[in-house]
């Protein structure tokens, strides 16, 4: 079983001001636009979504995504976006 430690620096997220988020242990980005962006991470698919949504630094060797931009949503989805869900349905 991993530590509590291992987990913490696999996957973080980091919101400063609504406006820009920090993610690590991002695995692969499976939709992006300007109001939402869909990532696969370590922790499972996470969601985020907002208006003017901008990738400012996508480094997937490290596992990390900078997002600037009104941000309104933070959501963990196992399976919505996949099977055509809620999320699925508001991104398009």
């Known amino acids: 079983m991993q ?3 291992e987990l913490a620096t696999s996957h973080r997220l ?5 406006s ?11 939709r992006f636009d300007e109001s ?5 991470t370590s922790q499972g698919l996470l969601v985020v979504t907002g ?10 060797d490290g596992g ?3 997002v600037d931009g009104q941000i309104d949503t933070i959501g963990y989805e ?3 976006v996949r099977s055509g869900g809620f999320f699925r349905r508001l991104l398009g």
């Open 36 to 40: 939402g962006i869909v990532m696969s």
């Open 14 to 18: 980091e919101l400063t001001g609504r």
């Open 78 to 80: 196992e399976t919505a």
């Open 51 to 60: 208006e003017g949504l901008h990738i400012g630094k996508l480094a997937l």
């Open 20 to 30: 820009h988020l920090v993610v690590t242990g991002v695995e692969d980005v499976e």
């Open 3 to 5: 530590g509590y430690a």
């Open 64 to 66: 990390e995504l900078f």
